[in-house]
C-alpha cells in the first residue's frame, strides 16, 4: 500500500491555473494511445482518495460533464476525504468525508478504508506537500505537459524538505506528455 500523488502538471510547474482551471489539458494535441496511459492501472489499485477544497469544487462545477460522460455525477467509486474549512455541497451518489485538520490523523481513517490498496492524494499543491511534510507520502506520478502557463496553482506550494526523490521511471505518452514516477525515500 502505498500514498501517491498522481497528477499532471505544466512544463513550468503548474497543476492549475490561478482560477483552478485545469482546461490546459485539453489543449494537448498528442499524449499517447489510450491503452499506453497508466491513469487505468493507476485508478483500479486505489482504495481511497484525497483531494482539497478546490479540487472538489472543479469536480463539482464539471458534475453535467461527467454525467454525460459516466452517467453519474461522481467519478470515483472510492471514498474520498475532502479536506476544507468550509461547508461544501455533497454530491448524490459519492462516498464523500469533509475533514479538517492534521493529515496524519486523517490518513489512518484513510488507511483503514483503502486496505491493502493505494491511497491518492488527487490535489493540490498544498495538500500534497502536506502529507509530504507528514512523511506520508510514498510515490510521485506526474505527467509534465508540453503547455506552459506562466503562473496559477504550483505542483508544490513549499519544497520538499527531510526526503529524497528517487527518479524510477520515465514514460513518453505522445508528443505532449512525459509521465515521471518518483520514490519518496524519508530521511533516517
Not at 489539458?25 to 494511445?33: A, M, P, Q, R, Y
Not at 469544487?57 to 474549512?85: D, S
Not at 510515490?139 to 503547455?147: D, F, Q, T
Request: charge should be negative; avoid cysteine; aromatic fraction near 10%.
Amino acid at each position: 500500500m502505498k500514498t501517491q500523488y498522481y497528477t499532471a502538471s505544466t512544463l513550468d510547474g503548474f497543476i492549475a491555473t490561478e482560477d483552478d482551471s485545469i482546461e490546459w489539458l485539453s489543449t494537448l494535441s498528442d499524449v499517447g494511445k489510450p491503452e499506453d496511459a497508466s491513469y487505468p492501472r493507476f485508478i483500479a489499485d486505489v482504495g481511497a482518495i484525497a483531494m482539497g477544497s478546490s479540487t472538489y469544487e472543479w469536480i463539482v462545477r464539471h458534475a453535467e460533464q461527467v454525467r454525460r460522460e459516466l452517467g453519474k455525477a461522481w467519478p470515483y467509486t472510492q471514498p474520498a476525504w475532502v479536506f476544507t474549512t468550509r461547508v461544501l455541497p455533497p454530491v448524490e451518489g459519492a462516498d464523500l468525508r469533509f475533514v479538517q485538520g492534521d493529515v496524519r490523523e486523517v490518513h489512518a481513517r484513510m488507511r483503514q478504508a483503502a486496505g491493502e490498496k493505494n491511497i491518492w492524494i488527487m490535489g493540490g499543491g498544498d495538500l500534497a506537500a502536506q502529507f509530504h511534510e507528514a512523511g506520508l507520502l510514498d510515490e510521485l506520478i506526474v505527467g509534465v505537459a508540453s503547455v506552459t502557463l506562466g503562473k496559477g496553482k504550483p505542483l508544490f506550494t513549499r519544497p520538499l524538505t527531510g526526503s529524497e526523490l528517487q527518479l524510477t521511471s520515465v514514460q513518453q505518452m505522445g508528443s505532449g506528455m512525459a509521465e515521471l514516477r518518483y520514490a519518496v525515500r524519508k530521511a533516517a
